[in-house]
């Protein structure tokens, strides 16, 4: 497994992958609908990085334990929401520590952090949420206090949106210094009038020959009376400059474009 990003390390645009584990029975019921993925979209766009994917996971412990195993096979970075309370349905800090292979033991600053504010009413179950893997360090929290836990690229923080928003864009301070939007992709767009995505095939796949580097998407809106289709270019500024003049080029000796 890759090892952490020194602190002060900036990871070069295109090395990370990001992705996201969201936890929570109610969310795959239906009783509650997930914010945490918009809010992580635009957390990550202000340092130039975008999230690759997302598990939507219940809190079946086997189950996440699995997950945890995958996410941590690809090495990325990753934001998991919900799962570090103090009841028996948070399983969040067990199955990561089962998916490491490693033990669970009381952090203690943390320890400190209940005993502080609760006092004798931390015990015996407040101080439940202490019990983290071996090695994991904290993540603080700014609405109540009661902090999340990172562990090998893992970054463990509350199913409420209003404390893992702060929580989320502090670990991207931590672990991406002085990385901004323009350190990461760019995308332009141009949109087709009576063109239909069919037609367009050929420009499409001439265009991934000629930039593989670049992602290229093909979306018709159905809005419209007439076809529209519009065409997406993502990737590093210069490249996708590049690769705008040559969509233009063959679009209009397709006879898509006039100009």
Sequence with gaps: MDEPTAPGQVEAPGETEIGAVIIGDELLSGKRRDRHQEHLTAALAEKGLELAWVRIVGDHAGRLTQTFRETLATGAEVFSFGGIGA??????????AEALGLPLQPHPDFMSILEERFGAEAWPHRVRMAE???G????????????????????????????????????LDQRFPGRDAAAGSIEEVLVLENVTESRLVPVLEAMEAAFPDLRISCLPRMDRQAPQVELGLRGPRARVTEGQAALRQQLISGGFLSH
């Design 87 to 96: 009841t028996p349905d948070d399983r969040t800090r067990a199955c990561l």
């Design 132 to 134: 983290l893997p071996e």
């Design 136 to 171: 994991a360090s904290l993540i603080p929290n700014p609405v109540n206090g009661i902090p999340g836990l990172s562990c090998q690229r893992h970054h463990c923080v509350p199913g409420f949106p209003v404390m893992a928003e702060p929580m989320v864009r502090w670990v």
